[in-house]
């Protein structure tokens, strides 16, 4: 059994963290020479259909694979990186379904691609040098700095409330899209107290001089990366400017434990426009997929199945 908090990109693939988040979270582990090379965490479970699913453990947006250091030529240190994800893909389970988000550190995508995989970007956005707050802050957009100088006349930041009054928010926000939240309350509560062992979060709330939430962030940290982890506002209170002024608090939070600031970046638009306002630049990582022959087939069949559903209720609704 290795000491798997040494070998790790971020927080999210430290033992304890995936213990709070998946218990039952698995991983396979390269060796060369006797020197642990590479591991790779994912979580497996089977669905009600039989099938076997490996994808990212709860609320943990990338998880490896954790690659070491290697010295010599590019060329034969990139041929050893080679080896060492075939070594760590040749030892998965079978699956039917798998999608991972690899940590951005991971930048070859051959040996997935040769491995069957389908391998597609996806980006989030970071602040790279917390060192400098009016540097960052001189970095936003005139109209992000606008919003938050907006916000502080409506509403202050509270550091004392709890998981419970944040995710009432997280409703809130969701409903608005007639959605539930992704991840429920037990979840979020399993995280917090882990974290709060660890020393590792932050929640922040904006409220209104009558005690309204109209915002709140979850941060999540090491010494080298803080999270913006999870966010909620209040749909009806948008235009307070809460939720700017909220991020930009955790920003300043997250500059005295950790180098840089991570959004946790979306592919949906008006969130990427949020995001890249506060001056963060666009990093990418990959996103690695592959199914199984049967999988395929079910899946085609359902969609098949719903289609043709779907026509036969819109031809009775006529």
Not at 224 to 245: E, K, M, T, V, W
Not at 269 to 277: D, Q
Not at 285 to 294: C, D, F, G, H, L
């Amino acid at each position: 059994m290795i000491d798997a908090s040494k070998y790790t990109n971020s927080l999210f693939e430290k033992p304890w963290w995936l213990n709070a988040l998946s218990p039952s979270w698995e991983e396979v582990v390269h060796n060369a020479n006797g020197e642990v090379r590479g591991r790779l965490i994912f979580q497996r479970h089977r669905v009600k259909s039989g099938f076997t699913i490996i994808g990212n453990p709860p609320l943990t947006q990338t998880i490896g694979p954790w690659l070491s250091e290697l010295t010599g030529s590019y060329a034969n240190s990139l041929g050893k990186q080679h080896e060492i994800i075939k070594g760590l893909l040749d030892q998965l389970p079978d699956f039917d379904s798998l999608s991972l988000n690899l940590s951005p550190s991971v930048k070859d995508i051959l040996p997935f691609h040769w491995a069957g995989f389908n391998c597609n970007w996806r980006c989030t956005y970071r602040i790279t040098d917390l060192t400098d707050m009016e540097r960052v802050y001189s970095e936003m957009t005139d109209k992000c700095r606008n919003i938050i100088r907006k916000a502080e006349k409506q509403v202050t930041i509270r550091d004392d409330r709890t998981p419970n009054q944040f995710y009432e928010l997280v409703i809130k926000t969701w409903a608005r899209q007639g959605r539930l939240p992704p991840y429920s309350r037990e979840t979020l509560l399993r995280l917090d107290a882990a974290c709060l062992v660890n020393k590792s979060r932050v929640l922040l709330m904006a409220e209104d001089a009558n005690g309204v939430a109209h915002a709140g962030a979850y941060l999540v940290y090491d010494d080298r990366i803080a999270y913006y982890l999870l966010g909620g506002a209040d749909p009806d209170l948008r235009a307070s400017g809460a939720q700017n002024l909220v991020v930009w608090h955790a920003i300043q939070h997250a500059s005295k434990h950790s180098r840089m600031f991570d959004f946790e970046g979306s592919m949906v638009e008006p969130i990427e426009h949020s995001f890249r306002s506060f001056g963060a630049v666009q990093v990418p990582y990959i996103n690695i997929s592959k199914e199984s022959t049967r999988f395929r087939s079910y899946t085609a069949v359902r969609k098949l199945i719903k289609g043709n559903l779907i026509g036969i209720i819109q031809a009775i609704a006529k």
